[in-house]
């Protein structure tokens, strides 16, 4: 359910292309329906989280399903680009309350940071099939595979839990004492560290909402070869693999923050590195390292939530803080394209909320660390 919940989110450089060579769309209003369909899905995620702990589950994904439904037909029939950006909004609702529902019972596992990493896992091939088979779909075929994809999850509804087991924001710490015995703890975590993380995954989302929308049009746009970008969009995908089991390897030993904290600046710095121009060297480097990173930086952000949420209230809003940072992302890039700045500068400010990101985990991170020592061990 989660793979195919983002697979909107995966598949936007395709997506964007498409717009842009089958409904002749400009690059600026590219940029302005990708950021309504990712909208969309922020916006379904909040409401999703206000009532995931209260509402049977299932009825909430056959809501959404139908919602995906209605919005992705319609825009088999209304190929104007103001209808169609009112349509993206009504199926990233959609997107976002199903996706929302799946990262919350995902979170509530016995185990999430493996829970979230199997999905990341299967979600690098995932996104490498969408790669590989979006392009070869005209705009409706498009439509219609998110469609069928949606349906085919409805015959396994009954696995999904209709309500939560745990409360939200109660830990157990396993606490050393003096004497070297080791005793479990429940210990309450202030709301404001979620909503950190929430805020970090936010600022994460608009560096990568904006990269992936665009990074292909700006390599068209430096001269580079479509095919060869293609198909680095499918095989740099791949690479995704070796972040989740990167990431795996590292937590066992350095926990989660540690690690967060040197992804974070390594991106910024691969992403960075395009404003200064872009050639066949440099956009397969910068490709393969935000791939690898991208899931990186997932496992951990999504497992530090979950660790503290096991009822999903906090953790069906990671959808949303993804959405809204992809809604904001483009947005900003395409108003700074349309102002003529170039992609150079929207390179720059990709790397920026990247930055602040790791200034945002770096203050939660030395909290934890004189206030809940356990904890900040624990992520």
Excluded at 183 to 193: D, K, M, Q, S, Y
Excluded at 227 to 243: A, D, E, Q
Excluded at 276 to 295: A, E, K, Q, T
Excluded at 339 to 346: I, M, Q, T
Aim: hydrophobic share 55%; net charge neutral.
């Amino acid at each position: 359910m989660t793979l195919v919940g983002y697979a909107v989110l995966v598949g936007v450089p395709v997506i964007s292309t498409a717009w842009v060579e089958m409904l002749h769309f400009s690059e600026e209003q590219v940029g302005r329906v990708a950021g309504a369909d990712l909208g969309g899905l922020s916006l379904g995620a909040v409401i999703a989280s206000l009532l995931v702990s209260r509402m049977n589950r299932r009825v909430l994904v056959l809501i959404s399903v139908a919602i995906v439904i209605v919005s992705n037909g319609l825009c088999m029939f209304f190929i104007d680009y103001e209808t169609v950006l009112w349509l993206r909004v009504g199926a990233g609702l959609g997107s976002g309350i199903y996706t929302a529902v799946a990262v919350a019972t995902l979170g509530g596992s016995s185990n999430p940071a493996r829970a979230f990493n199997l999905m990341l896992f299967a979600f690098a091939f995932s996104q490498a099939l969408e790669m590989q088979v979006l392009p070869m779909l005209s705009m409706n075929g498009i439509y219609m595979a998110f469609i069928a994809c949606y349906l085919v999850g409805l015959p396994f509804l009954r696995w999904v839990p209709p309500r939560p087991l745990e409360k939200s924001l109660e830990v157990e710490l396993e606490i050393e004492e003096e004497d070297g015995k080791h005793h479990l703890e429940h210990r309450h975590v202030p709301a404001f560290i979620p909503w950190l993380v929430l805020a970090a995954i936010f600022f994460t989302y608009i560096n990568i909402g904006s990269y992936w929308t665009y990074i292909e049009l700006a390599s068209l746009d430096a001269g580079l070869d479509g095919h060869y970008v293609g198909r680095l969009l499918v095989w740099t995908s791949f690479f995704s693999l070796v972040g989740c089991a990167v990431a795996t390897l590292i937590s066992n030993r350095f926990g989660l923050a540690r690690p967060l904290l040197i992804a974070l600046f390594s991106m910024a710095t691969i992403v960075g590195m395009l404003s200064f121009g872009i050639n066949n060297v440099n956009i397969l480097i910068s490709m393969f390292s935000f791939n690898l990173l991208w899931i990186f930086v997932d496992v951990y952000q999504m497992s530090t939530v979950a660790n503290v949420d096991h009822s999903g209230s906090f953790a069906s809003l990671m959808p949303g803080a993804q959405g809204l940072g992809q809604i904001v992302g483009p947005n900003i890039a395409a108003s700074m394209l349309g102002a003529g700045l170039g992609y150079s500068k929207v390179f720059v400010m990709c790397a920026t909320a990247a930055i602040i990101g790791l200034i945002i985990y770096g203050a939660m991170y030395l909290w934890l660390r004189k206030s809940i020592p356990a904890l900040a061990k624990a992520t």
